[in-house]
């Protein structure tokens, strides 16, 4: 592993039903996020963690939940999705907090449709 | 409240110099980021800037003024590869990116 990995690359899913997006980094950064991206907006911090051990909420939390119990993973949890959260998630890391060393790096997205 | 403004859509020749605009307005200030993101890709990291000044990188250079709450990213030598969207993120006092929706650049030959 290089950087950061999530999975699934895509997904389609039932209204309803519970997901979990997987991000997983290798370079030993303290801070992780999870963002969601849809057309013609910015991208919308969901949850944040600073460190292992602590989250945080973002801009657009309501309907996801997050956990940090290591410094390397960081999962996405849709508790029971709906069609508003078909979007294209992206999970960043960085060395945090703080100048440079707050340099965002992405993984490559899980593009997710909820019907 | 936090607020980005940059040009939705530019369009350059190849060969030529683009420079991309962005205003903003943030609770306090921490650096400002621009980010690369082509179609279908995650975003990449271009540049950072804390001091007021040009930052200049290859063919990227990122202008900064602070008392204006005013970014540009300098584009030269363009090529096709350029063709992309290009974030602007300042830093907030809570050292959370504020991102806007971005400028897609069109590279035509």
């Known amino acids: 592993i290089a950087g950061i990995t999530q999975a699934p690359t895509s997904q389609i899913l039932a209204a309803g039903r519970r997901m979990t997006l997987r991000c997983t980094q290798d370079?030993?950064?303290?801070?992780m996020y999870w963002y969601r991206q849809d057309l013609g907006l910015g991208l919308r911090l969901i949850h944040y963690?600073?460190?292992?051990?602590?989250?945080g909420k973002g801009e657009v939390p309501d309907g996801y939940s997050v956990s940090r119990a290591n410094t390397d993973d960081f999962p996405l949890t849709l508790a029971s999705a709906v069609p508003s959260q078909t979007s294209v998630y992206f999970c960043?890391?960085?060395?945090?907090?703080?100048?440079?060393?707050?340099?965002?790096?992405f993984g490559p997205g899980t593009r997710l449709t909820v019907l | 409240g936090q607020n980005i403004d940059q040009p939705t859509e530019m369009t350059a020749t190849e060969g030529a110099i683009v420079q991309i605009n962005c205003t903003y307005q943030?609770?306090?200030?921490?650096?400002l980021f621009w980010y690369q993101q082509h179609a279908g890709e995650a975003p990449t990291f271009l540049s950072y800037?804390?001091l007021d000044g040009l930052e200049e990188k290859g063919r990227f250079s990122s202008f900064l003024s602070r008392s204006k709450g005013y970014s540009y990213l300098l584009l030269k030598e363009l090529q096709m590869k350029d063709s992309a969207s290009y974030l602007c993120?300042?830093?907030?006092?809570?050292?959370?990116?504020?991102w806007g929706a971005g400028t897609k650049l069109i590279i035509k030959p």
């Open positions: 960043a890391s960085s060395e945090g907090p703080g100048g440079s060393g707050d340099t965002q790096y």
């Open positions: 800037n804390v």
């Open positions: 370079m030993r950064h303290n801070a």
């Open positions: 963690s600073n460190t292992a051990g602590t989250t």
């Open positions: 993120a300042p830093m907030d006092s809570n050292y959370q990116l504020i």
């Open positions: 943030t609770s306090g200030f921490n650096g």
